[in-house]
């Protein structure tokens, strides 16, 4: 295959413009820019990088890899306008590469870790989810996805870091969205690091939380909310959602949860909810919700990253309602929040 210095299409027939093909192309070269800012994440080369341009080789020394070969990934990067080249061989951080900086406001380096390795990895095998419903993840690496996780600790802390990365804004607009003053308890089903948590808790001192999820998962959560000094309002509650939830909650906040779930699991979780909660308690689900047939929507990559990762799925507004009636729960109100994230609240029927 010929691939041409202007962006890598054939020389015969070109019968569209070169607008069309270069768009065309973009979309068939992605998995290369996924795995170049992989590379860059992986190896920390922003944070080497942060006091100044540096060469390659000095990269490679601090970094223990090929010298050469790093220079001709760093040569894609600056393409993909990760780094710039600059004089006497070296390479500086522009403001997008500065983003896979560690501890960059908003920072994107564990989500680019974390699609780099099994996303990547599972989203090859596509088309087997669409041939056959099962999801790739399990067909690539042998396990569900939250399973695998358990079981590798490394992966489950880089999943954790990237599911709370540049959520602030999204979390604040999630305080303005809905009125807490009125609740006691928060319950995070399925909280995680405890980063939705932290954040209502941070603005409403009146507030207690109990954070829900595997044992496996509690570990982070301590060392996140201790560090947001929301600790001594928390109770971390081990447990698993298809069986119990913890009773007694004003306002049960189910953050990227329903969406993981085919509507059977998906039921269970929110009867759980609905049998423990509080009269006059609320559901809060944040998912993105997928406008109707005929809109093109960003939420459609939510949604396939679902399929392939887990049995899960995202819904229009309509398919919410219906899950959510028959869980015994009215939806009641979908604000959308920020970027693809809504909050649907529902109350008991
Ligand atoms: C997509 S993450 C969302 C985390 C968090 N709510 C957030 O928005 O950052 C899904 C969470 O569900 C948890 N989870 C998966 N299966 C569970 C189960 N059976 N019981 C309790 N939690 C579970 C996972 O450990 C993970 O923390």
């Not at 860059?40 to 601090?62: C, F, I, N, Y």
């Not at 109770?235 to 509507?263: C, K, M, Q, T």
């Not at 909810?273 to 609320?282: F, I, L, N, V, Y």
Request: negative net charge; contains cysteine.
């Amino acid at each position: 295959m010929s691939e041409s210095s202007s962006g890598a299409y054939p020389d015969s027939a070109v019968t569209d413009s070169h607008e069309s093909v270069e768009s065309a192309l973009k979309l068939v070269y992605g998995f290369r820019s996924t795995q170049v800012t992989y590379v860059v994440a992986k190896l920390g080369l922003a944070d080497h990088l942060a006091d100044g341009p540096l060469t390659a080789t000095e990269l490679a020394s601090r970094v223990n890899v090929k010298p050469e070969n790093l220079g001709r990934v760093l040569r894609l990067a600056a393409f993909f306008g990760v780094v710039a080249e600059v004089p006497g061989e070296r390479f500086e951080l522009t403001s997008l590469g500065r983003m896979l900086g560690t501890d960059a406001a908003g920072s994107i380096k564990a989500t680019a870790i974390m699609l780099g390795e099994e996303h990547y990895g599972a989203w090859g095998s596509l088309l087997h989810s669409v041939k056959t419903s099962e999801p790739a993840f399990e067909h690539v690496y042998g396990a569900p996805f939250f399973d695998y996780m358990a079981a590798h600790p490394d992966v489950q802390a880089t999943f954790d870091a990237a599911m709370s990365a540049g959520m602030d804004v999204m979390l604040e607009s999630l305080c303005d969205a809905y009125d807490f003053s009125g609740s006691r308890l928060v319950v995070d089903v399925g909280g995680g690091n405890g980063s939705v948590a932290a954040m209502i808790l941070g603005r409403h001192p009146h507030l207690e939380a109990v954070i829900y999820d595997q044992a496996q998962v509690l570990a982070a959560a301590e060392s996140y909310l201790t560090a947001a000094s929301v600790r001594s309002r928390c109770r971390l509650v081990p447990g698993n959602f298809f069986e119990s939830v913890p009773e007694a909650g004003d306002a049960y906040v189910l953050s990227n949860i329903i969406h993981d779930w085919d509507d059977e699991r998906a039921l269970r979780i929110l009867r759980n909810c609905r049998a423990a909660m509080a009269p006059g308690a609320a559901v809060l689900l944040l998912e993105a919700v997928l406008p109707e047939h005929g809109s093109p929507s960003v939420a459609a990559m939510a949604d396939v990253n679902m399929m392939v990762l887990l049995t899960g799925r995202e819904r229009t507004e309509k398919q919410y309602a219906a899950l959510l009636e028959a869980a015994g729960l009215r939806l009641s109100k979908v604000t959308p929040i920020w970027a693809r994230e809504s909050l649907i609240e529902a109350r008991p029927l």
